[in-house]
């Protein structure tokens, strides 16, 4: 014991020292790297997950562009940040196609997700921003232009930074959370003290999928509504100036599309921006040239209508596309269409809670259209480089002058997948 005793405290007067020393010299801590949030997220995924490809799956990752000489600094880089009870598997299609234009691609993993539901039961809306903050700083060390994405929670959490951070040159939105659909969502973090689960763990809904939660605690919902209320504040005080690409399905379950189609009009007026919009609604005089809407009713896929998170996957995704192995049964149907669904019946595609006769939905995760949307997206980020200059690095090969860019945007629509 007293052998122990001696070498913890020589531990402790080791790093003591090693402190003292750092700030006697007027040194700062190394600053956070991607590769130290990858390889603690591989910590926690491994205490969690028996299998290596499970912890594949919800880990951090990079994709690298071809660059056009070994060694080169790229010219742009996205990190890419994911929702509520999601993972980086979110970002899986969306990230290969961005690499493949010339982009550095990096995804992270929020505190409390990727692992099991419950530890969502503590964490606080602090720690995602802490996330977001360290990384992009890590990824602007990389990179000469840094952009940011996210898709629902996500792109709540890298809009508030684009707001207080000029540097950053335009935003990547997929169904961004700033208002939700629920009048009431203001009380969750009340309700969270008392009521740490809407929906209690053991009954018959699904605690989580291979890469995704399917129950989140409540607390999970009072940070998703703080993260929203500190975004619609920003949103209120003035018009977001750079680029950003935006996507939302008008019959979203989660969040108050029209909202986001009016947000988009009115405070993202930068003429690269474009929003993709499946599902029809009356279009403005001028919105043509920005907003494209397609129909998210697709029969040939047996799409009912459009989900929250099925326009991040191609219908390749091996887990989520139309022959994907992960199924959401779940889908708000009675405990018949739930049974048959899980049995492996034929099924049409929804957001929650859509029914309609003879049918069974289950949750629509994968997007028919996503090819187009990947080169809509691509356009805006390539208008929004050119429109401040080519940053330092290596030029991206086959890239467009922004007026080039923006006739791409404005002419490669098609009218049905």
Same mark, same amino acid.
């Given at each position: 014991m007293k052998v122990l005793r001696t070498a913890l405290l020589l531990a402790v007067l080791v790093a003591t020292g090693a402190q003292a020393r750092a700030a006697a010299s007027g040194l700062s801590p190394e600053p956070p790297t991607f590769a130290a949030h990858r390889d603690q997220a591989f910590d926690r995924l491994r205490a969690r997950w028996g299998s290596d490809d499970a912890v594949t799956l919800n880990a951090p990752r990079e994709w690298r562009p071809a660059m056009p000489r070994q060694g080169a600094k790229p010219a742009r880089g996205i990190l890419l940040v994911h929702g509520l009870g999601d993972s980086p598997w979110s970002f899986h299609d969306v990230a290969r196609d961005l690499a493949a234009g010339g982009i550095l691609v990096r995804?992270?993993?929020?505190?409390?997700?990727?692992?099991?539901?419950?530890?969502?039961?503590?964490?606080?809306?602090?720690?995602?921003?802490?996330?977001?903050?360290?990384?992009?700083?890590?990824?602007?060390?990389?990179?000469?232009?840094?952009?940011?994405?996210?898709?629902?929670?996500?792109?709540?959490?890298?809009?508030? *930074?684009?707001?207080a951070n000029d540097t950053i040159a335009g935003l990547v939105l997929f169904s961004p959370g700033f208002k939700s659909d629920v009048p009431l969502d203001w009380m969750t973090p009340l309700l969270a003290r008392v009521r740490p689960w809407l929906l209690a763990p053991g009954g018959r809904a699904p605690l989580q999928n291979?890469?995704? *939660?399917?129950?989140? $605690?409540?607390?999970?919902?009072?940070?998703?509504? %703080?993260?929203?209320?500190?975004?619609?504040?920003?949103?209120?005080?003035?018009?977001?100036?750079? $680029?950003?690409?935006?996507?939302?399905?008008?019959?979203?379950?989660?969040?108050?599309?029209?909202?986001?189609?009016?947000?988009?009009?009115?405070?993202?007026?930068?003429?690269?921006?474009?929003? +993709?919009?499946?599902?029809?609604?009356?279009?403005?005089?001028?919105?043509?040239?920005? +907003?494209?809407?397609?129909?998210?009713?697709?029969?040939?896929?047996? +799409?009912?209508?459009?989900?929250?998170?099925?326009?991040?996957?191609?219908?390749?995704?091996?887990?989520?596309?139309?022959?994907?192995?992960?199924?959401?049964?779940?889908?708000?149907?009675?405990?018949?269409?739930?049974?048959?669904?899980? %049995?492996?019946?034929?099924?049409w595609y929804s957001d929650w809670g859509y029914r309609e006769a003879n049918k069974t939905h289950a949750r629509l995760t994968f997007n028919p259209y996503f090819a187009w949307q990947s080169s809509i997206m691509r356009s805006v980020l390539d208008a929004a480089a050119d429109s401040r200059g080519r940053p330092a690095g290596p030029a991206v090969e086959g890239s467009p002058g922004i007026g080039e860019a923006l006739r791409r945007i404005s002419f490669t629509a098609p009218a049905a997948p």
């Open positions: 995804t992270v993993l929020l505190p409390g997700h990727g692992t099991r539901p419950e530890d969502l039961l503590d964490v606080d809306v602090e720690q995602w921003r802490q996330v977001v903050r360290e990384q992009t700083e890590a990824l602007r060390r990389d990179v000469g232009q840094v952009f940011l994405g996210g898709f629902s929670t996500g792109a709540n959490l890298v809009t508030e *930074y684009a707001y291979e890469v995704r *939660y399917l129950t989140v $605690p409540t607390n999970g919902f009072a940070q998703f509504y %703080r993260s929203s209320q500190a975004v619609r504040r920003q949103l209120d005080e003035r018009p977001y100036g750079k $680029p950003v690409f935006m996507v939302v399905a008008r019959n979203d379950s989660v969040l108050d599309s029209a909202y986001l189609l009016d947000t988009f009009r009115d405070r993202f007026p930068h003429p690269a921006s474009r929003l +993709i919009w499946y599902g029809e609604t009356p279009a403005r005089p001028g919105d043509e040239a920005r +907003i494209f809407v397609r129909s998210d009713r697709l029969p040939e896929w047996r +799409i009912s209508q459009f989900s929250h998170m099925g326009i991040l996957f191609s219908p390749a995704n091996r887990l989520y596309g139309d022959r994907g192995t992960s199924r959401i049964c779940w889908n708000g149907q009675d405990e018949a269409g739930l049974q048959a669904c899980e %049995r492996g019946a034929e099924v």
